[in-house]
């Protein structure tokens, strides 16, 4: 079982549209949780990171869920712009340097 | 600032061949990072230095070997490239230089190889 797990997608959804991505991670001792969006054949970038209490950026909402070992993200009011791939990522233990990546959802969002 | 620089972009190898891929970031992060990307996968961490003169294995070092030169550079080399090392390389790095958060991994823009 991959540790951390994510719906490939794609999800294609009209400009306007309110889309969710969720993902299940295995590792109960999991410590941090992170978001990165990464465009098509570019590098991945840090999109936000997801706290206990839900957290917001602007259209964008994450939330974690320790009792399932699940996070999600929410993306209000599409962009074409927001077309990419969504990686969910963890930190199995306390500390950054090894993050765990999920393979990603890819978002089509178009006119 | 140029943030986190590879090379080369592309690469085709055919088996058996070496090669060594550069990274060097300008950010004066501690950390720094060498991945794999494959279709389905996801990234995976190949060799990881958390500080200037250690290096540590990650998910999938085997084939590979890593030198961290300094603390800007941080090169991967495979001494005899197979096909099941075809796939997209990324380098990132990631520190406590006062402005960004630990956990925030600045990545290259990548290097794709093929060995065939």
């Known amino acids: 079982r991959k540790e951390v797990e994510q719906d490939p997608g794609p999800f294609n959804v009209p400009e306007g549209a309110t889309v969710a991505f969720n993902c299940t991670y295995s590792?109960?001792?999991?410590?941090?949780f992170f978001w990165y969006r990464q465009d098509c054949r570019k590098e991945p970038k840090l999109l936000m990171s997801v706290y206990s209490s839900g957290n917001e950026d602007g259209r964008f909402t994450a939330q974690l869920n320790r009792a399932s070992q699940y996070i999600s993200l929410l993306i209000r009011d599409s962009k074409l712009s927001d077309s990419a791939t969504y990686l969910c990522v963890v930190t199995p233990l306390r500390g950054y340097n090894k993050l765990i990546f999920g393979a990603g959802t890819r978002l089509a969002v178009h006119p | 600032n140029a943030g986190v620089t590879q090379t080369p972009k592309f690469q085709v190898l055919k088996t058996g061949q070496s090669m060594t891929l550069q990274c060097a970031q300008d950010m004066n992060h501690n950390s720094m990072y060498w991945y794999r990307q494959d279709p389905g996968m996801g990234l995976r961490l190949i060799y990881y230095s958390a500080s200037e003169g250690t290096t540590d294995k990650g998910e999938v070092p085997n084939g590979y070997n890593v030198s961290r030169l300094n603390k800007r550079e941080f090169s991967l080399r495979l001494e005899s490239a197979a096909p099941s090392q075809t796939s997209v390389y990324f380098c990132?790095?990631?520190?406590?230089?006062?402005?960004?958060?630990?956990?925030?991994?600045?990545f290259g823009p990548g290097t794709r190889l093929t060995v065939t």
């Open positions: 590792n109960s001792a999991s410590q941090s």
């Open positions: 990132a790095s990631s520190g406590t230089s006062g402005r960004e958060a630990p956990y925030e991994q600045y």
